[in-house]
């Protein structure tokens, strides 16, 4: 059975970072693109950033320079450095494989003083 498992939310101060974690299982890793998304409450799950097989990136215009996404492909792992974190950047956060799309379950993170 293919899982993703996303950790390492949690509450921060403006300003603050945090680093979240998504762990594949039951799939072949490499090959795939890992897709970060957010859900803000009572809004659309928007799309953050993503990383290639090959270890490229790419961010939505509002984490550029803030957020950074790296892979672990020994580990099946993918993370997401989140600094300089905003009020704005809370919501739940979910990490997405691609091509074989398969959904993590999230993990929340408030940004609040």
């Known amino acids: 059975q293919v899982q993703l498992v996303e950790s390492g939310g949690g509450w921060v101060q403006p300003g603050g970072s945090l680093r979240l974690s998504c762990v594949a299982s039951g799939i072949i890793f490499s090959p795939q693109s890992i897709h970060w998304y957010r859900q803000a409450p009572g809004k659309l799950r928007d799309w953050v950033g993503f990383?290639?097989?090959?270890?490229?990136?790419n961010y939505v215009d509002s984490v550029k320079d803030r957020f950074t996404i790296s892979r672990d492909n020994a580990k099946s792992t993918v993370y997401l450095q989140m600094n300089n974190l905003k009020p704005e950047d809370t919501a739940v956060y979910f990490c997405?494989?691609?091509?074989?799309?398969?959904w993590g379950r999230g993990t929340q993170v408030t940004v609040s003083a």
């Open positions: 990383i290639s097989p090959s270890g490229n990136t």
């Open positions: 997405k494989t691609s091509p074989t799309t398969v």
